[in-house]
């Protein structure tokens, strides 16, 4: 897999983030897509909901599609608009298991001033992907 994008980077407590948006460009109770990276793996979905902020990948897991920033957001949950399945805003677990067991992996973000931070990620790629490695 190829590299992160080169972010601007702070380090709070020793750990790094990395400045990937500014505020003004979220949507409120809604989610915007930002590429970590060329790899569709590396693309996050930020949201910014009653005044907080959540990340999660982007990828859904059913069908592998970057869907989840153009989710339906409502009561700390985002449903994928294409089949549905929906997640915990803030852990990305699969709300619904009849639909599925696989979950979002989940990302921490900070706004300091007028930007968002995301901690430095380990991005976990899927088994599907991993088998074609
Ligand atoms: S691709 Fe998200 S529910 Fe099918």
């Known amino acids: ?18 400045q990937i948006e500014v505020v003004k460009n979220l949507k409120v109770n809604s989610g915007i897509a930002i590429k970590l990276g060329d790899e569709l793996d590396y693309e996050v979905a930020v949201f910014w909901v009653n005044n907080e902020v959540f990340c999660l990948s982007n990828v859904c897991p059913h ?11 409502k009561n ?3 449903t994928c608009p294409l089949h549905f399945w929906s997640y915990d805003l803030r852990t990305g677990e699969n709300i619904n298991k009849r639909q599925g067991t696989r979950s979002l992996q989940s990302f921490e973000v900070r706004i300091i001033d007028d930007y968002v931070y995301l901690k430095k990620p380990e991005i976990k790629l899927p088994k599907w992907r991993q088998l074609e490695e």
């Open 63 to 73: 069908r592998h599609q970057n869907q989840i920033a153009n989710g339906i957001v």
């Open 76 to 78: 700390g949950i985002v």
């Open 1 to 18: 897999m190829s590299e992160f994008y080169d972010f601007p980077k702070i380090f709070i407590e020793g750990q790094e983030y990395w």
